[in-house]
């Protein structure tokens, strides 16, 4: 179990982002408790991404703020969000591997620039979480050489490199086969098990019911609703049931 299930890891209040006039969200609030995976479902361009950028600090928001173990991190400076990337992993959408490094230094990466770690326990780390995501031939090769599946699971591996609290997980099974899938969603249950909190934004409805504790649904620029798995089941709401069915665009 974990230590402190129950309690608030991150809570988002009042939140407010936007790209020049055009507003994403507004008033937005919501809490991720420690040790669940919380999915975020929403239509295309609602705002899903943006949202993992600004708790990862790479959007400032336009008002709002953003508790990170009771620390509004949008109050942070630079050395203090040194700390907060050490806490809060991003799996990129599109696995934002560099293209010009190894998969073994882009998993080094995190570890040079945020600990003090010596290189052999560097290369200690990353061989054994190329062991955890099931690929341990592939650290001499570069993104380019890779598959799409692949490149998202080193991607994933790289945000979770630095054992982060939290992690913030964009689309990890789009575009993947079944069996991909499959370990994906496996290495998320893992984490969770190992008491890491997780977001999930996904348009994969299995993986998200598979993985998921509870479900927030993210329309006009707010949470509109958000239910535990088990309502889901017993009843969902109506918002929530239609963007199962594929009735949300
Ligand atoms: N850097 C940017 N500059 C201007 N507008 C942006 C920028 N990034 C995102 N947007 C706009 O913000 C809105 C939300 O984008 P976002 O990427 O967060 O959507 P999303 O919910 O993640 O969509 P998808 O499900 O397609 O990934 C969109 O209308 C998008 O055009
Ligand atoms: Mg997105």
Redesign the pocket.
Known sequence: MVENAGTTLLSIRGLETR??S?V?HSGLDLDVKAGEILVLF??????????L?AIIGL?APAAGSIFLDGEDITQFDESAWREVRKKVGYSF?NGALFDSLTVAENLEYPLRELTDMPPDERQKAIHDMLERIGMPDIAQLYPSELSGGMQKRVGMARALMLNPALILY??PTAGLDPANIKKISGLMLDRKAHGQTGIL?T?DVPCALAVGDRIAF?HEGRIAVIQDRAAIDREPDERIEAYIKGDVE
Not at 42 to 51: I, M, N, P, V
Request: proline share 0%; aromatic share 4%; net charge neutral.
């Open positions: 790209f020049g055009k994403i929403g239509g295309s361009g609602t705002g899903k991404s943006t949202l950028r959007d959408q964009d689309e934004v348009h993210l």
